[in-house]
């Protein structure tokens, strides 16, 4: 490939850490109620961890999460908030190569990538999807040694390596017919330049603003009265998928609200106050999920009086950072 | 029981590690336990012993231990009497 009219950044986005004895970034401690939030946001945590940076101000993207009727916001940090805490220009790829040319030249750009994969190929996922289960995740590779098929990567609350025939499944470079569409890229830039320093401050007011107008638990419990209908039919991987998408999110967004809580505490006297109620939140979930998991083995199951603490914990928590907010 | 549990553990845990091979203080979200495979693990507990876990131990805690596990097994199966 003729790269002559190729412009890398200046400072180009690498990361340099090792597979052996990485530490996780602390909010992927397994003694947390909820160590994994989602993929996307898990991924982002580990990355700005990788490099250098605090992952925290990009949590402030929880202080505008909802609940639909359906689902909990899927939270993932917002661009811009990337952009102007960080420096990262986060956009999605002209992906008009086939993926693991476009990761292989990822250095040579200077750029790291977001890019969905197959679950089945991971290795760290061993005892889960690792050739089990077909399932849509995010990875960023951190590096590539395509003649001997290795790549590290960072994934949900880690970084690994893979190698061999996982390389091969991950790209589709072995000799299997194609049958999927590719991926969904996204291209990480470095631009410093784009830093608005004490932009902070400015990113909570304007999460806050977003947030919803009341409040997203009364409509996580109506989501859940509803569930409890159907949950009765016996399905046990239906209420997985619906407890990923409403429980788990609400509880691993009230526990990452903590930590945001109390990281901006300097700048807004008195919000690290809201940490206790969010955390009760966060615990209260895990009790409702066992709970509410009995139902499809044709159990009664009663959570009102979790929602109920949940309700007024998550409103006493927003009602504190608002307030100092200002 | 520990027997029973380590089979629990070893149908419903997908952890990375035979729990048959680690010791009954060894952290299991250590070995990949995750939120999804503690509860499969909790209702086949439950079906197991005959047990309904309350309230106050349906906690990620309980569940990171076959030792944890074991000590909270045995004591419901106490009470039930």
Known sequence: MNSAAWRPPAVPLRVEAHPTGYRPHRTHCVQRAWPQANCYLDLWIELLHCLGHDPIPALACTLSADHDGVSWTFIKPAPEDLRRLYGLDVAEDNAWLPTVDLIELGSQRGVLHTV??????????????????????????????RRQRVMRYLHNSGLYELAGEDFDGIFGTDARPVTALAPYIEVIRNRPDLIEPDVLSTIVGEHLARRPSDNPIVRLADCVGDATGWLADGDLAR????????????????????????????????????????????TQTKLMQFKLARIPTGRKVDVTETLSVMTESWQTGMDIVSAAAG | MRETIQSVLADHGRMNVDPRQID??????????????????????????????????????????????EAVVAELIKTRG
Not at chain 1, 246 to 267: K, M, P, W
Not at chain 2, 27 to 53: I, K, P, Q, R, W
Request: with cysteine.
């Open chain 1, 116 to 145: 969905e994969v197959d679950g089945w190929w991971l290795p760290d996922t061993a005892g889960t999807s690792y050739r089990h289960e077909h399932l849509k995740t995010a990875i960023t590779p951190t590096s590539m040694r």
């Open chain 1, 239 to 282: 209420f997985h998928r619906w407890a990923f998408a409403s429980i788990r999110q609400c509880g691993a967004t009230a526990e990452l609200l903590a930590d945001f809580v109390e990281h901006i505490d300097g700048i807004c006297p008195g919000a690290a106050a809201a940490a206790a109620p969010f955390r009760t939140v966060a």
């Open chain 2, 24 to 69: 009954t203080e060894d952290d299991l979200y250590e070995f990949g336990l995750t939120s999804h495979a503690s509860v499969n693990v909790m209702l086949a507990l439950e079906d197991e012993f005959d047990v309904e876990f309350p309230d106050e131990v349906l906690k990620k805690s309980t569940f990171s231990s076959i030792q944890s596990i």
